[in-house]
């Protein structure tokens, strides 16, 4: 942000708001004066809230013109507000919300955007040409673990159009309440992240033999695409003729050789932009988040839709307390009563475990200046942009093909499940915007970092892709940015590297199940 030798900045996001953040580097010591007269009566790190005014004990705390506390004791101006002073609004209630009464702005078609993808035969798109390899279930994650190893060394050279061959691990499959009502948001992921646009279309399976989600349930005939006329090929380990290890391995290198082999055959052609699938995320957030890098994210979610492309925002608890804002949003009635439902179940589902939304900041959050869940959501929600919600997704849905604009897809704020989710929901490229600092990355797609601050994007330059921080120091505008990211999406989507595939860095897949563990 501003260095040393600038002066004194804070960064105040509405008119009404009683609060602002500091913007420099390393915060501000006691004494410091403002362009405007406000003194701060006390050292303040960058990024932490400041008193702009006096408040009584239980008075309104304002920020981005939302109330995300109260005043726990009087705050004299210029004081540092910290957690303690804060306390936490009760959730807004989700009955009389508005529906669908606020339309999106009115804006003209953005035309002539293209890319270089990989067209499937059901009409998606992939921005990358990957062999994957499904596991019914973690038992045989270490097999496939070391087939995958050998494939790249021995097989995958001799097919240059692929760009790489991955195992989608995950710890689920066997031990579990198969048949209990939520169990069928694991088994749907899996199914579903199988089918991920940048696989190609058809799926390799490998399964153990015994486990409880069998390949013909993980891949009922119903659940096949039409369009995909090929059935998974699948690999048994329990089978007879697998007769010791190597055998095991020899017959998922085969298989492997027979997807590797239409793989290599698929070629980049010229797309539009309406076949990108974006799915956009937060992590290791700070105060930050949504002054630069969520909002440069949402101008560019708002490009995208323009564009005709899909967008999916997500993380209920950080969308929990805007909820009025996003029914206001949705597209029609019915599009507003889904989210409001969905907001419900998760209600239910953090009571079941003996929590509130209030278990979601983490202490890096905390470090980074946001009090609370509602200061963080205010930041998270901007993401989405400003364009109508045209769909929601419960976790583990699919995108059918029809889907376009701007999609609710429900997940955790699990960095790792969100990716995950929204990977099954069929993204070809994921955006993930960070305050902290993560090295997050993904092995089915590429993924694009964002920076919120000048300072994260100098130290980790070559881990971030994009930095919204110029935002804050006033070299750049939101829109700047926002466009900076756009083209940058589409060059990615043709297969430039982001700095996470550079590196290599891959999280592990993190299923959502709420059903009942044996």
Known sequence: MATETQSPLYIKMHVNDNVAIVVNDGGLPAGTQFPCG????????QGHKLALVSLLAHEK?????????????????????????????????????????????ATSPLEGYTFQGFRNRDGSVGTRNILAITTTVQCVAGVVECAVKRIKEELLPKFPHVDDVIGLDHTYGCGVAIDAPDAQI???????????????????????????????????????PIQNTSEPLIVCLQDS??????????????????????????????????????????????????????????FAT?????????????????????????????????????????MAWYDQYLKRGGVDRSANTTPGNKKGGLSNIVEK?????????????????????????????????VTPASDFICGTLQLAAGMNMHVFTTGRGTPYGLAAVPVVKVATRNELAKRWYDLMDIN?????????S???????????????????????EHWKLQNSLVLFNPAPIT
């Open 468 to 476: 919204a921080g110029k935002i804050a120091s006033g070299e750049s």
């Open 241 to 298: 003729q697998h007769v010791g290890f190597m055998a095991m391995i020899d017959a998922i290198m085969s298989t492997a050789e027979q997807q590797l082999t239409a793989l290599n055959q698929r070629r980049r052609e010229t797309c539009p932009a309406s076949d990108l699938v974006i799915g956009v995320q937060c992590g290791g957030s700070d105060a930050f988040s949504g002054v630069t890098a969520n909002p440069a994210v949402g």
């Open 302 to 342: 708002d490009l995208l839709v323009r564009a005709g492309a899909t967008v999916m925002f997500s993380e209920v608890t950080e969308v929990r307390d805007g909820i009025d804002q996003l029914t206001a949003r949705a597209a029609t009635p019915a599009i507003a009563d889904a989210m409001i439902r969905e």
């Open 186 to 224: 694991p088994i749907r992921t899996v199914r579903n992240i199988s089918l991920n646009p940048n696989f190609g279309g058809q799926a390799m399976v490998v399964s153990l033999g015994c486990e409880k989600l069998q390949p013909t349930r993980l891949f009922p005939k119903a659940a096949i």
């Open 38 to 45: 406000l003194r701060l009566i006390e050292a303040i790190p």
């Open 377 to 409: 959501a205010m930041g998270s929600i901007v993401k989405s942009g400003s364009s109508a919600i045209t769909g929601v997704l419960a976790p583990g849905e699919k995108l059918s093909s029809t889907s376009k604009g701007l999609i609710y897809a």
């Open 61 to 105: 705390i304002v920020r981005y013109n939302v109330t995300i506390g109260y005043a726990t004791e009087t705050i004299a101006q210029g004081r540092w507000i910290q957690e303690a002073l804060v306390q936490l609004p009760a959730a807004r209630d989700l009955h009389n919300l508005p529906i669908a009464d606020r339309p999106a702005p």
């Open 478 to 500: 939101i829109s700047d940015v926002g466009w900076e990211l756009f083209h940058f999406m589409l060059e990615v989507a043709s297969g430039k590297k982001t700095w996470a």
